[in-house]
């Protein structure tokens, strides 16, 4: 079964730029759909980004044309590019992937947006 782990949150200023990784082993990547949700504090956690097998994107009204989310199959990677921040976007951030309805999360990672 795959395995993620990510990386790469921490503090930001406000209008400042992240990018965060999830780094994918123990399955075959090419083959999944690939996905970033976040939870804040007192908060459900929801969908950020999703990257399907065949690379359409798909972006929560919230962080269109800010984020952008990617993936290289070869070095078996997700990434998050996180532009123009904002406090609201404070969370923690999990990788997701997805195939014929199995699903498996990683460990998460926490971003901050502060002044």
């Known amino acids: 079964q795959v395995q993620l782990v990510e990386s790469g949150g921490g503090l930001v200023q406000p209008g400042g730029s992240l990018r965060l990784s999830c780094a994918a082993s123990?399955?075959?990547?090419?083959?999944?759909?690939m996905g970033w949700y976040r939870q804040a504090p007192g908060k459900q956690r929801e969908l950020v980004a999703i990257i399907t097998s065949g690379s359409t994107t798909t972006y929560a009204d919230s962080v269109k044309g800010r984020f952008t989310i990617s993936r290289d199959n070869a070095k078996n990677t997700v990434y998050l590019q996180m532009n123009n921040m904002k406090p609201e976007d404070t969370a923690v951030y999990y990788c997701?992937?997805?195939?014929?309805?199995?699903?498996?999360w990683g460990q998460g990672t926490q971003v901050t947006v502060s002044s």
């Open positions: 997701n992937a997805e195939r014929f309805s199995f699903q498996r």
């Open positions: 123990g399955s075959i990547f090419s083959l999944y759909n």
